[in-house]
């Protein structure tokens, strides 16, 4: 049994009874359908990624690897519904799964932002000390302050930065984290200074 790369009926002519489009149309729309998406999702990505630089949540590193692991797992399948399209093999199940990934980068980064922008909790001032920093060159750039945690000793926090910030701050100094605590919860850091 073939289906309709299409609509995903299914077909036992060329031309698809339940839409009416022929086998290589059929395909040529699902290419299409895919390139849209796929683009809705990289720029969801990258929506997700400004959020997290305007309003960066305590645990952005775990959310960037969260939607990292997401980013592989969706191309996976996109390159996978795209190898099987050409083999004229069963796209369905794989297409709707792809398709369902499509959202998520969008409703974290609008978590995110809703998260941050709309916060009107009172500041939240911790007093702590930088054992290190670092940046990563790539896409939008990250930089991170490690400071002694306020949570428990012998932990480390990750405090995502601006690069005008990053180079205010050396080893040693003793600083003041803001920290909010979120509209959704999230705790997030709206800004760093000198103690
Ligand atoms: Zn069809």
Redesign the pocket.
């Known amino acids: 049994m073939t289906r309709?790369l299409?609509?995903g009926?299914e077909?036992t002519a060329d031309v698809?009874a339940?839409?009416g489009?022929s086998t290589v149309a059929?395909e040529f729309s699902l290419r299409r359908k895919l390139l849209a998406r796929t683009a809705i999702f990289l720029v969801g990505s990258l929506a997700f990624l400004a959020a997290g630089s305007q309003y960066p949540a305590l645990e952005l590193d775990g959310m960037l690897i969260f939607i990292g692991v997401v980013f592989f797992v969706a191309l996976t399948l996109a390159i996978g519904v795209e190898r099987r399209a050409l083999r004229h093999t069963e796209v369905e199940a794989l297409k709707r799964i792809y398709y369902g990934l499509i959202p998520l980068p969008w409703l974290l980064a609008g978590l995110l932002f809703v998260n941050g922008a709309l916060d009107r909790s009172p500041p939240l001032l911790y007093p702590t000390r930088v054992v290190g920093k670092f940046s990563m060159p790539g896409l939008l750039g990250s930089r991170r302050l490690v400071v002694t945690s306020w949570r428990g000793a012998d932990r480390f926090e990750r405090i995502a930065i601006s690069r005008s910030d990053f180079d205010r701050f050396r080893r040693g100094d003793l600083v003041i984290v803001d920290v909010r605590s979120g509209l959704a919860g999230i705790p997030w850091v709206a800004g760093v200074s000198h103690r």
């Open positions: 309709c299409n609509c009926a077909r698809c339940a839409c489009l059929a």
